[in-house]
């Protein structure tokens, strides 16, 4: 049975995977834009436009994941707080 892997890990790996993204479009963005400076039949430039609209939802879907991740490290972080709060009692005085 594999264990589960520990929260730095998961954020390591998650922020491995965004980088990958972003600069992998980075790279396909200049590669799309030289085409569509040299695209001369509506069909590539149909094409062109294509492959970017999908281009900047996979980066836009990465970029959701990532601030997804961040979001839930935060409230887990707030939320444990206020557990050993209550867990505490009153403060004194």
Known sequence: M???RPPVDRTRKALKV???T????EERA????ARARQASAGDERE???AESAQLVAD???ALQEIQ???YQLQSDFLMELVVRDRAA?????
Not at 89 to 93: A, K, L, R, Y
């Open 2 to 4: 594999e264990e589960a």
């Open 18 to 20: 965004f980088g990958v």
């Open 22 to 25: 972003v600069t992998s479009f």
């Open 30 to 33: 200049r590669v799309l834009l």
């Open 47 to 49: 094409t062109v436009r």
């Open 59 to 61: 980066l836009h879907h």
């Open 68 to 70: 997804g991740h961040v």
């Open 89 to 93: 009692g009153p403060p004194p005085g």
